[in-house]
């Protein structure tokens, strides 16, 4: 199915953001509090970090239930909300998990590697509730991507990220 369903498309947009942007809300709202690390402080036989201090469980309670919330006020079953914000999750941690074994340091810029996989997961699993099709897919994932390059350094600039990117 190669459709183009724009709306489909701005509805996982609409989620994506709101998975990726609850941690950094909570971070900014709670500060050190409930900042607990995913990974434990962990290392690897590579001296580097799991995943790294800044991949907290506050981050992913906060993305996956910002997500559910989401997805119910756009008529979506909140369970689909709910595993669409675990599925980006998963994936940053994955991109995480990829820099980490790569030397980057936490919170370090790897252009694609830290917007694909948050955005291609949940969209690629979750495409027949979201009615997605291939095409719609590959242009969310563009999108993202393109958002991710342009918003940040606003953020930074207004104080809302501690990074420009």
């Known amino acids: 199915m190669m459709s183009g369903c724009f709306t489909c498309i701005a509805v ?21 509090r409930y900042a607990c690390p995913l990974d434990a402080g962990l290392k690897l036989s590579d001296g580097q970090p799991l995943f790294g201090h800044s991949k907290t469980w506050r981050g992913l309670v906060c993305a996956v239930f910002s997500v559910t919330v989401v997805a119910g006020l756009l008529g979506f079953d909140p369970v689909v909300g709910g595993l669409f914000g675990l599925l980006s999750m998963l ?13 980057k340091t936490a919170s370090s810029r790897a252009r694609g ?9 949940p969209a690629w699993i979750l495409s027949t509730p979201l009615g997605l099709s291939a095409l719609d897919i590959v242009l969310l994932v563009v999108l993202f991507f393109v ?19």
């Open 12 to 32: 996982a947009l609409l989620l994506l953001v709101s998975a990726n942007a609850a941690p950094i809300l909570a971070r900014n709202v709670f500060r050190q």
């Open 91 to 103: 994936g940053d941690l994955f991109a995480s998990f990829c820099k980490r074994r790569l030397g």
């Open 113 to 121: 590697l830290d917007t694909l996989p948050e955005s291609l997961l």
């Open 147 to 165: 958002i991710e390059e342009f918003v940040s350094p606003l953020l930074y600039k207004w104080h809302i990220r501690q990074r420009p990117y």
